[in-house]
Nanobody, 117 residues
């Protein structure tokens, strides 16, 4: 059974930082594409950042230069370091794992990030 458990969300002031973590189990972590997505109220879920099995990174334009995705293959964890947070970053952040062909896609339960003064 595949499980993804996110943590690290919370309330932060504009300009602040948060680090999200995602613990993954039940999948072949080293061959999966790992990603962070987010969904704000009234909006569709959108891609934030992904990291390929080979370490290739990709980011949404809105977070480039502020967010960094990384992973630890030994611990089967994925991280999202978020700096210079803005109110428009407020959303539920979800961790995702899938194969390179898009199959075997699984989601975590999400963690709330709120950026507000």
């Amino acid at each position: 059974q595949v499980q993804l458990v996110e943590s690290g969300g919370g309330l932060v002031q504009p300009g602040g930082s948060l680090r999200l973590s995602c613990a993954v189990s039940g999948t072949i972590f080293t061959i999966d594409v790992m990603g962070w997505y987010r969904q704000a109220p009234g909006k569709e879920r959108e891609l934030v950042a992904i990291i390929s099995p080979y370490g290739i990174l990709s980011y949404a334009d809105s977070v480039k230069g502020r967010f960094t995705i990384s992973k630890d293959n030994t611990k089967k964890m994925v991280f999202l370091q978020m700096n210079s947070l803005k109110p428009e970053d407020t959303a539920i952040y979800y961790c995702n794992t899938k194969r390179m062909d898009g199959t075997h896609s699984y989601w975590g339960q999400g963690t709330q990030v709120t950026v507000s003064s």
